[in-house]
């Protein structure tokens, strides 16, 4: 044959005894096997689905913790919760002046004794107020003495309170997008283990702090770690379920979750000091160091990252522990796996999902989504709860801790409903689209009523606005909960298990995000509180247009690698008629028309009961 017609040879290399053609081994060379790569199709199958007393075991691990979470995430309402005060006299009385109104209403500016800490303090009675050398709390939430009243964060010392707050979510935050991509690179165990040791050592030193300094930065701490749990739980509660029970068994996590907020009030009352109530929060945590022993790494994230060595292993492991008989190894899984051990593990970054064509598009949505659900949220609590406190419905503190539990309680009732008969999407959908009326009722139809109310003919008054402001306030408080809670899932659904951790880190921060913007509007006694407002009711409408560009997940396997998220691509809302033709690709046409050569192998290898997301339905 002519030079340009022959085969290429392999390139040479030349090692120290000498050169010669190295060959790379068939394993490295040839494309993994399509069957160890379906796991929702034929390893969990064989393993017994959910159906193995080992795998459900595990999914119970995975729920006892959501209670000590629960106590963690709503800790701040009672530590940091702001008393009613006022000086103290030589005597151990009232100094005549009474105490000053409850904390929301001080850092209103609306009807507060003093002026907020941000502004100059005129010069006045008001000013010699604040001159106080001891003074007298009234602890509205179950404790004889929180953070505020041990190192008296009132008056100029106000702000302080809020930057706690703001501590424990950025370490949230931060926590989140770093701990995804370690969970990632080396396995949700590590991350979940390493993460249970380390709150335990800046908790119970939260607890120890000696000033406010101290304690904002260990909260700091506490909340990186606190986010690690959170983020490898939830993805260990996913990657065990087959198709048809993800949504379910995350729904009990949350519940359990919310178990926690509604027995925070007793657990205050019983402990009584914030040290104790801090010490008690964390404890639980201990009874976690066992997962070391009992708790094995994600077999999905394993194989998809093509760690069959360590696969294996616990392929064996769960059919001993569920007594199981290898002869149901119908598809012939093991035998296939033996033959891959040699391959070396590929491990994935979620900077690759930068190269994607419609993985990083989904993602940005459900972020979007996330930050603008916790964000509003914020915006109809304050509305309900008071940032004027003409507006407070209630003077109790734990009326109104209860009321906003009860509405997330309601709000993840209707959403199980909601889901289970329109699908993710769908759900997804019409809560933004609730929140959406709600917010710009709330902005356009209240001034319109309070411009008429002004009309001595009219009929209308505050009162009407105010019952007016109420409703639309629980009605979006209701759906932006379920936005944000549904959007963290969606992503956890569509996201390849490669880059699961870093996927739902994006999420979980950019919730973060949107919770963040209650502690920064407190820092500024709620100056541009309608801007706020105003800003998250056109994000609203935003999202309601961008997620119909999202695919739809239920009952669909889960993506295992970058390609196999690639197929997941947006179907219509409802199915089209019998000889209709559809307007969307087909699989062939996709794999020609997204320009990825490595889908390729895994498109020709998909079945013929593939669904319009081009993944395979169980």
């Not at 796991?39 to 795998?55: A, C, I, R, T």
């Not at 993506?559 to 699989?587: A, M, S, V």
Request: glycine residues 10%; contains cysteine.
């Amino acid at each position: 044959l002519p030079p340009s017609a022959a085969p290429v040879p392999p390139a040479p290399s030349s090692g120290p005894r000498g050169g010669g053609i190295q060959t790379l081994p068939p394993a490295a060379a040839a494309a993994c096997s399509p069957l160890l790569l379906d796991y929702d199709g034929s390893v969990l199958p064989f393993l017994g689905g959910l159906g193995g007393g080992y795998q459900r075991t595990l999914v119970l691990l995975t729920w006892i913790p959501a209670l000590f979470i629960g106590f963690s995430k709503f800790s701040d309402s009672f530590l940091l919760d702001q008393p009613d005060f006022g000086c103290r006299k030589a005597d151990g009385q009232g100094n005549g002046s009474g105490y000053l109104a409850p904390g929301p209403a001080n850092r209103s500016g609306n009807g507060s004794l003093f002026p907020p800490p941000v502004l100059p303090t005129p010069a006045g009675s008001n000013a010699s107020e604040c001159e106080c050398h001891e003074w007298h709390y009234s602890i509205g939430a179950g404790l004889m003495q929180n953070v505020v009243s041990k190192w008296d964060l009132v008056c100029d010392s106000a702000w302080k309170v809020q930057i706690a707050k703001f501590s424990l979510l950025v370490g949230l935050i931060f926590g989140h997008l770093i701990t995804g991509c370690i969970a990632d690179w080396v396995g949700r165990r590590p991350v979940l283990l390493f993460s249970v040791i380390f709150i335990l050592i800046f908790g119970l030193t939260v607890a120890l702090s000696v000033n406010v300094t101290m304690f904002s930065t260990l909260r700091f701490f506490e909340g990186f770690c606190l986010a690690g749990i959170v983020l490898s739980l939830y993805a260990l509660r996913i990657e065990l379920c087959p198709p048809g029970h993800r949504f379910v068994v995350t729904m009990v996590a949350s519940f359990i979750e919310m178990a926690g907020q509604f027995l925070m009030p007793g657990l205050a009352a019983l402990c009584r000091d914030w040290q104790v109530l801090q010490a008690v929060i964390i404890c639980p945590f201990l009874l976690m160091l066992l997962y070391w022993v009992i708790f094995p790494e994600s077999l999905r994230w394993l194989m998809a990252t093509q760690q069959f060595e360590a696969s294996k292993e616990l392929i064996l492991q769960f059919t001993r522990k569920n007594r199981m008989n290898m002869e149901s190894d119908i598809k012939g899984v093991v035998p296939e796996l033996e033959k891959e051990l040699t391959r070396r593990p590929k491990k994935v970054c979620i900077v690759k999902v930068v190269g994607t064509r419609n993985l990083w598009k989904n993602i940005v949505v459900l972020c979007v989504n996330s930050l603008t659900g916790y964000g509003i949220h914020h915006c109809f609590a304050r509305s309900m709860m008071g940032h004027e406190a003409k507006m407070t419905i209630t003077h109790s503190f734990y009326a109104d801790y209860y009321i906003m539990a009860g509405i997330a309680l309601a709000s993840c009732l209707a959403m199980c409903l909601v889901v289970g008969f329109l699908g993710r999407r769908g759900g997804l959908l019409l809560f933004m689209i609730l929140t959406a009326l709600a917010s710009l009722l709330q902005l356009g139809l209240l001034n319109l009523i309070g411009k008429y109310s002004q009309l001595p003919d009219s009929g209308m008054s505050d009162s009407v606005k105010d019952k007016f402001s109420t409703a639309f306030s629980i009605v979006g408080m209701f759906s932006s909960h379920a936005v944000g809670s549904l959007s963290v899932f969606f992503c956890a659904e569509i996201t390849p298990t490669v880059i699961r951790g870093g996927g739902l880190g994006l999420v979980l921060a950019s919730a973060g995000f949107g919770r963040l913007t209650a502690p920064i509007m407190e820092l500024h006694n709620q100056k541009g509180y309608f801007l706020h407002h105003v800003i998250f009711a056109c994000c609203t409408l935003i999202c309601i247009i961008c997620i119909l560009l999202l695919p739809e997940s239920k009952n669909q396997n889960l993506p295992e690698n970058i390609p196999d998220g690639e197929h997941y691509t947006r179907q219509p809302l409802l199915p089209h008629k019998k000889g209709e033709q559809p307007l969307l690709l087909t699989n062939s046409e996709l794999k020609d028309y997204s320009g990825l050569h490595d889908s390729a192998a895994v498109s020709d290898g998909i079945s013929e009961n593939t669904t319009a997301n081009g993944m395979k339905s169980m």
